[in-house]
């Protein structure tokens, strides 16, 4: 009896820690991707105005891809330089045929016209892109590890109940003398 008592304060003990990491893989991804969708309002909201796109160069360093861009645009008939692509799905910059697909999606050619967005209280700080089309993947990702500690959680709660039955079982056979015969 001594042992399913132990065993019991185990699985309580299991149950606990597995609900609250399945509890901080949902807050950390609710959190990160409020910050992402924070700084995208702050410039999904600031003007737009046409630029030049001067480069758009893929770049390696190692397991760390990147594309440079610089471009040219102009606000009140002041021109800037600017070189910020801006919040981008980080799934097309793992690998250089993932950024040349990003390049070729979004025609970010030499001299081609590209939408530069500024801030109107300081119009020399500029991006291409105001919005990310969101890398799925890690909010997937979290969601299902989420889920399976929550799968985790359903078992070790049933197994608690398996656990408590046979307690109760063994208690009602220790006083029925009928039931141990049986």
Request: a negative charge; glycine letters at 4%; one cysteine or more.
């Amino acid at each position: 009896m001594g042992q399913n008592s132990k065993k019991t304060k185990n699985v309580n003990y299991l149950i606990f820690f597995f609900t609250f990491v399945a509890l901080m893989f949902v807050y950390g991804t609710f959190e990160e991707f409020k910050k992402v969708d924070e700084s995208e309002n702050v410039w999904r909201e600031r003007p737009q105005v046409d630029g030049t796109l001067d480069y758009a160069q893929s770049h390696s360093s190692g397991s760390t891809f990147y594309i440079k861009v610089k471009y040219t645009y102009s606000v009140d008939d002041a021109v800037y330089e600017g070189n910020t692509l801006g919040n981008v799905d980080s799934a097309f910059l793992n690998s250089a045929a993932g950024m040349q697909e990003f390049i070729n999606k979004h025609e970010l050619r030499e001299n081609n016209t590209v939408k530069v967005y500024y801030n109107p209280e300081n119009p020399a700080e500029s991006r291409l892109f105001a919005h990310s089309e969101k890398n799925k993947l890690s909010g997937i990702l979290c969601a299902v590890l989420s889920g399976f500690f929550f799968i985790i959680v359903l078992s070790l709660f049933l197994y608690k109940s398996k656990l408590k039955n046979k307690k109760e079982e063994s208690a009602e056979t220790e006083e029925d003398p009928a039931l141990k015969e049986a």
